[in-house]
């Protein structure tokens, strides 16, 4: 039987509980997110750390390859890995880091070390305009000299500046792609754009610079957009703290505030690190950690998370970490390398990309030479139609029709408190069949509770009075439901002496002079108790899957007391809206006896149940699914799940109280340990998926018609850069409806 279900029926002090239910999980009973312990870091390279930046200014995933290729050039470069989701680069290097800066600068990019104030980095309104506006601005001057025929050279001239303050970026761009291997969408334009030049065609050219920073400008906006979507919870984190200093209370920056110090957050200030409530009682919002709707009681012992608002009273908090290494910090970490990961889809479409780019890009030589060269075609006719393929030949809209929605879904959803561990995940979400979950911490609490109470030889006062009193010796799960339901009581405590806990049986202790045995029945038997009055009722109280307690002397038995561990109040609906989602069956696996596995079954209503099974046991039945062809998901919470949450296509873990082995080897994370927010995590990767598809066959569409157009002579050059920056643009806005999901 595995060790986490058999507390449920083990003794108040059973040696053999696991660990994972002791006194230090029960006082996080209230936690709601446990992520990993250890602070974000990055993999070494040779035994090089790898450091992170921010880059700024990517609108397209060849922007980042061409980063990429050249730093790789520079000596002492181990490894380098530039993520066009993400706006993030690691790199692994001896090299200076002033030297990689001004190689990404030089490059044509923004770069900032990520530990810095991103904000200070992030360029202005007019930096990113003002050249864009310019150009416009010029181009509609020339447009009104060209249609009244005023001053020929006055347009042209005008043009010429357009082609100057528009295309300086891309065509510096174009230099160091080129110089680096890449074909980028900066290489396209600028041949796009010089070559209009070449046939006289100064108008088109500069049109086609403007459209293209235009498209450019308005693409970064909304990517950046994309990439701060969980940026958000780094301003939750106050800059300051409230500490004493004598009678006086004085504010600190919070990067100096050490391990162990004490801080004060008053009444609706946001709480700025990790920490234990000392004293104080109030209500705190923890919805931008875990999405709950409803602020939760903290008070003396209680866990505090940075960046939740304090709403009512004065909190007194010992810290416990650091500003880098709480949980809000560590979160944004996660859910940032879940964004750079690819997903299948994502993969697919960028190897057809990598082909597609040059097989047109050699088309456009073709149609630019052939015609004229054999049939004696005119040679600007021609040329020119080259040129619109070039431009057709950027497949900007099509690679990130895929990242751009999947960043976005990755985090919203860490906002509504389930963490995606990539792209991966979220696309194998959407496809699932079968749900298998864990019983005790998933469909249950996870924490035993009273369920009723048997008054025999006494009253039942003075029943409550004994037990607690004894049970207040133990930490056990079940010695601590029973000690809470006396506090919550105002149960009186007798003085006890003689306290011994026997391994797997009980506690005894005298009061009064008097020995009392609280535990199993059949200890009490074992001893000699008068166990035979009350078999019968033993069996009926077995029958209901409870752990009974039995508390009695050698002379008599004074009652018993039955706990048992609760359904979760929203497991029921939750299955419900599985069904409703389209999963086509639910099963509980447990390691817990039949009786209480069926009362669980009946009240939670899963399709199956399989009860008594070992770790092994739960991951063979994973397999076994998978065998007949269904996608399988484990939903768990213990050391136990994890074989089970490995072996299944999706592995989701409850993070409020689960183990941290559980939490690693999963795939999706319910961080405030919610198993409602599951649904939500299925439909939201459906919907991403649908627009992934929208933009895919929208993206392919209008490459065809800009083909098809390109022949017959209908399209002119800037109206294939409209099509190819318009199209980019539109899926990206079409993305970004991930981000108003409910």
């Not at 303050?165 to 900066?186: C, H, Q, T």
């Not at 390109?710 to 970004?736: H, K, Q, R």
Request: glycine share 8%.
């Amino acid at each position: 039987m595995e060790h986490k279900e058999e507390t449920k029926s083990c003794c108040s002090t059973s040696s053999t509980c696991s660990s994972k239910i002791s006194a230090t999980d029960q006082e996080r009973a209230n936690d709601t997110v446990s992520l990993s312990a250890s602070p974000p870091s990055f993999l070494a390279v040779n035994g090089i750390p790898s450091t992170e930046y921010a880059i700024q200014g990517m609108d397209c995933p060849s922007c980042a390859m061409t980063i990429e290729k050249s730093l790789k050039k520079l000596k002492g470069v181990q490894s380098v890995q530039v993520h066009f989701s993400t706006g993030k680069m690691n790199i692994a290097a001896t090299t200076e880091p002033d030297r990689i800066m001004r190689e990404v600068k030089r490059v044509g990019f923004g770069i900032a070390p990520t530990a810095e104030d991103q904000i200070s980095n992030q360029p202005t309104f007019w930096q990113s305009w003002l050249p864009t506006l310019l150009s416009g601005g010029l181009l509609i001057i020339a447009f009104i000299c060209t249609w009244l025929s005023v001053l020929p050279m006055i347009a042209t001239i005008l043009y010429g500046a357009v082609l100057v303050i528009g295309g300086y970026k891309p065509v510096k761009s174009a230099f160091f792609a080129i110089k680096s291997g890449s074909l980028d969408m900066n290489v396209l334009m600028s041949v796009a754009a010089i070559g209009a030049v070449c046939i006289g065609q100064w108008g088109e050219g500069a049109t086609v610079v403007f459209l293209f920073a235009l498209g450019n400008t308005l693409q970064q906006m909304s990517l950046e957009r994309t990439r701060h979507s969980v940026k958000g919870l780094l301003n939750l984190v106050p800059a300051s703290v409230w500490i004493m200093q004598g009678e006086k209370m004085i504010q600190r920056s919070v990067d100096d505030i050490e391990i162990g110090e004490t801080i004060i957050v008053r009444a609706g200030d946001k709480i700025p690190l990790d920490g234990i409530v000392t004293t104080g009682e109030s209500h705190v919002n923890q919805a931008p950690i875990t999405g709950e709707s409803q602020p939760v009681i903290k008070q003396n012992g209680d866990i505090v998370y940075a960046g939740t608002l304090n709403e009512e009273g004065l909190l007194t908090i010992q810290v416990k970490t650091t500003v880098k290494d709480t949980v809000v910090a560590r979160m944004i970490h996660m859910v940032e390398e879940a964004q750079a990961n690819k997903s299948p889809l994502q993969a697919l479409v960028d190897r057809f990309a990598n082909r597609y780019t040059p097989i047109v890009f050699g088309l456009a030589i073709i149609v630019s030479v052939v015609p004229p060269l054999v049939w004696n075609a005119s040679w600007s006719e021609w040329f020119y139609r080259g040129l619109e393929l070039l431009v057709i030949a950027c497949p900007c809209a099509l690679v990130i029709s895929t990242p751009v929605a999947i960043v976005s879904a990755i985090g919203v959803a860490a906002k509504q408190g389930v963490l995606i561990k990539g792209g991966s995940a979220l696309e194998a979400i959407a496809g699932l069949q079968m749900i298998a979950l864990d019983k005790t911490g998933t469909l249950t609490e996870g924490r035993p509770h009273v369920v009723n109470t048997y008054p025999i030889a006494v009253t039942e006062a003075e029943l409550w009075s004994i037990a607690s009193s004894i049970e207040q010796q133990s930490s056990h799960p079940i010695a601590l439901a029973i000690t809470s339901y006396a506090e919550q009581h105002h149960i009186p405590q007798l003085p006890v002496t003689s306290v011994q806990t026997i391994a797997g049986k009980g506690v005894q202790a005298c009061i009064d002079h008097q020995t009392y045995y609280v535990g199993h029945y059949g200890w009490l038997k074992e001893i000699g108790a008068p166990v035979q009055y009350i078999t019968e009722q033993m069996q009926q109280l077995h029958d209901k899957g409870v752990s009974i307690m039995v508390v009695g002397s050698i002379e008599r038995i004074l009652g018993i007391i039955t706990v048992a561990d609760q359904v979760r109040s929203t497991a029921s609906e939750t299955l419900q809206q599985l069904k409703s989602a389209g999963i086509e069956s639910t099963v509980m696996l447990t390691g817990d006896h039949e009786h209480i596995a069926h009362q669980v079954a009946n009240a939670t209503g899963v399709d199956q149940y399989f009860a008594h099974l070992l770790p092994a046991d739960k991951m063979n039945h994973i397999k076994n699914w998978q065998q007949t062809g269904k996608k399988v998901a484990m939903v768990g919470d213990g050391i136990n799940d994890a074989p089970a949450l490995a072996t299944a296509d999706i592995g989701i873990a409850m993070g409020g109280a689960g183990a941290d082995t559980a939490i690693e080897t999963a795939d999706i994370v319910l961080m405030a340990d919610h198993l409602e927010k599951l649904p939500y995590a299925i439909n939201l990767s459906r919907q991403t998926l649908r627009i992934i598809k929208q933009n895919i066959w929208f993206s392919i569409t209008i490459k065809c018609i800009a083909l098809l157009f390109i022949f017959p002579g209908w399209l002119t050059l800037w109206g294939a850069v409209l099509s190819d920056t318009g199209a980019a643009l539109l899926v990206i806005l079409n993305s970004l409806r991930v981000l108003k999901s409910k």
